[in-house]
């Protein structure tokens, strides 16, 4: 089931096209004509269904999902099946100690959002990863018990079902248990990532866990804690997890660790459901998830910012393109670091900061002819305010129900801490707080007081889930890992189907770059930029960054095609998989 060519729709023909951009006429610095030869192949288009889809980040995972919608299923039972499965074969983000968020949108045009985001321990403070010097100590909130946020995900899937199942809880997570009991197959990817983290997992443990043990590419993987853990929580429903038998187990193993997460915490987790963020572009209408996500406010203002722009008259990964975007990202991220964190704890000018008029005095000050420097740039100022490892996946049914859920542990494997009797890590979530201002956290964002670490708030993310409709209709699920290149890798999926009419696939594929305010560079993915174009932007005063660019995003996501059919995007950065009937 993986992605592939549709011959029926168009023959694939290779051929190479010249095309020579002649821009920047007007501008002072002069940069080299962009005369940028570019192959043009004929799309590539992923996995086509006529009725239902799930694209996930495992083929276990899609299977699993799409199984429980041939049986009839809707999106949301589809969803709690397929979040479970991810926890059984995708360890690395696929989660039963993390947390998460799902936006939907039903067959009847309702929309809402799910949050099911770790929240700080009640015995958390402020300044828990300071040392006596107020130095941040970075270890204390990435790896070991301090790291861990109060789990939210047995929550999050016991609040879908309750508002939105059809099936029972029984008959969604039998499959999952079975693939817990059975095993799944260790891809090579996998492998790799095991060997990299088995010596760490190790030291955090104080012991051999299951995933230290050396699997390699081909060897089968039984969970059968797991399939315990996922049996009580079957026979006794969430508070098996959140102040049972489980709970009791959970809280024991995290205070053998010296963590401070108490039983009190777990009964006190509730799921929370929130207004999504809606915003036009264009005739889109997008869908996103609101704080304690930052993801759909700053989608909202990137867009915003780069909607004036002729960002399909000036090509794909062009200079300008790439410039009107980056600074639009920049102001963004600027505005994230100061303004955004729980709205529980902290109010958030929302309105104001996805305003038009905000947002276009936001770019007054942009220039084509030099890079706005992030030394010289602050957030906004807004009159009256006071002061990864993560999976995503998309599924569509055939009722017309669609749903983005992105869900994570933070970094790879989370804290590392992984119950050896319950079957599953624990998250590292509390990194994203922020630990001090000033201070960067493992993605190098840089957060004030909205996201100081407090008792049982929620640390800001850059999840970003979203759903987008053209002309009143749904039309695409997006959403992606990659922390805080999330949002940006989701802005450009969405432009690269909108404004250059990529396929879902193609879209998905296309190389990604990024810009977060601080460090003030653009971070592209390594060597499939034209080099005319960095070398244009090197000169406008750009500082681009090839060298530790990681991989930016593995997206996920399903397209209404004008038939009315559904096409996969499954990033081929990593096993994701699109599965449908
Ligand atoms: O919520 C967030 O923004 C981060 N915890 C996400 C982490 C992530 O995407 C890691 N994956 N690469």
């Known amino acids: ?72 299923g809707n999106a949301f039972d589809a969803m709690i099946a397929t979040e479970m499965a991810l926890a059984v074969a995708y360890p690395y983000a696929g989660n039963l ?124 993987v039984k969970n059968i804690a797991l399939a315990a853990t996922l049996r009580a929580i079957q026979q006794n429903g969430r508070s098996e997890f959140y102040g049972g038998k489980t709970g009791i187990q959970l809280v024991d193993f995290l205070k053998k660790h010296d963590g401070i997460i108490t039983i009190e915490d777990l009964e006190a987790y509730e799921a929370q459901w929130r207004e999504p963020v809606v915003f036009d572009y264009k005739d889109l209408r997008i869908i996103s998830m609101a704080p304690p996500s930052s993801g759909g406010v700053c989608l909202a203002q990137i867009l915003k910012m780069i909607e004036p722009y002729d960002i399909k008259g000036y090509g794909h990964n062009s200079t300008k393109a790439i ?29 104001t900061l996805i305003s038009e008029a905000y947002l276009n005095g936001r770019m007054d000050n942009f220039s084509f002819d030099l890079a706005t420097k992030s030394s010289d740039l602050s957030h906004g100022e807004i009159p009256g305010y006071e002061s990864s490892e993560t999976t995503h996946y998309s599924i569509v049914d055939s009722f017309g129900n669609a749903i983005a859920v992105t ?34 956290n493992m993605f190098g964002l840089l957060g004030a007081e909205a996201n100081a670490v407090e008792p049982q708030k929620r640390m800001l993310s850059s999840m970003t889930p979203t759903l987008v409709e053209k002309d009143g209709e749904f039309w695409m699920s997006v959403g992606t890992p990659g922390g805080s290149t999330i949002i940006t890798s989701v802005l450009q999926t969405i432009l690269n189907v909108y404004e250059h009419e990529m396929t879902m696939q193609d879209a998905v594929n296309a190389p990604r770059f990024h810009h977060q305010w601080l460090p003030d560079m653009i971070m592209f993915e390594p060597n499939v930029f034209d080099s005319t174009v960095l070398e244009n932007l090197k000169n406008f005063g750009y500082n681009v960054n090839q060298e530790n660019s990681p991989v930016i995003g593995k997206v996920d996501g399903i397209l209404v095609l004008p038939d009315g059919r559904l096409e996969g995007g499954a990033d081929r950065r990593g096993d994701d998989t699109a599965d449908g009937y």
């Open 1 to 72: 089931m993986q992605t592939k060519t549709s011959h029926s729709l168009k023959p694939f023909i290779s051929f190479t096209v010249f095309i020579a951009l002649l821009v920047f006429t007007a501008c002072k610095n002069e940069p080299k004509e962009e005369i940028v030869e570019q192959k043009v192949t004929a799309p590539v288009y992923g996995l086509i269904v006529d009725k239902a889809m799930v694209v996930s980040a495992r083929a276990e995972a899609s299977k699993i999902g799409k199984d429980i919608l041939a049986k009839g």
């Open 97 to 220: 100690g993390g947390g998460g968020f799902m936006v939907y949108r039903t067959q009847y045009g309702e929309i809402g959002s799910l949050d099911y985001r770790e929240k700080a321990p009640i015995a958390a403070f402020k300044d828990m990863y300071l040392d006596e010097e107020g130095n941040v100590i970075s270890a204390l909130s990435k790896v070991g018990s301090l790291a861990v946020g109060v789990p939210g995900t047995i929550a999050g899937i016991f609040a879908v079902h309750e508002k939105m199942g059809s099936m029972p809880m029984e008959e969604l997570l039998q499959p999952v248990i079975e693939l817990a009991q059975k095993g799944y197959v260790v891809t090579q990817k996998q492998q790799g990532r095991f060997d990299a983290y088995a010596a760490v997992f190790d030291t955090v443990n104080g012991q051999k866990t299951l995933y230290s043990q050396g699997f390699k590419a081909g060897d089968t």
């Open 323 to 351: 410039q009107v975007i980056t600074e639009a990202e920049r102001r963004a991220y600027a505005d994230r670091s100061f303004y955004l964190g729980d709205p529980d704890f902290v109010k958030i000018p929302i309105d």
């Open 407 to 440: 869900t994570t542990l933070n970094g790879a494997f989370g804290s590392k801490l992984y119950s050896e009797e319950l079957g599953f890590f624990l998250n590292n979530e509390m990194d994203d707080f922020s630990a001090k201002p000033g201070v960067p």
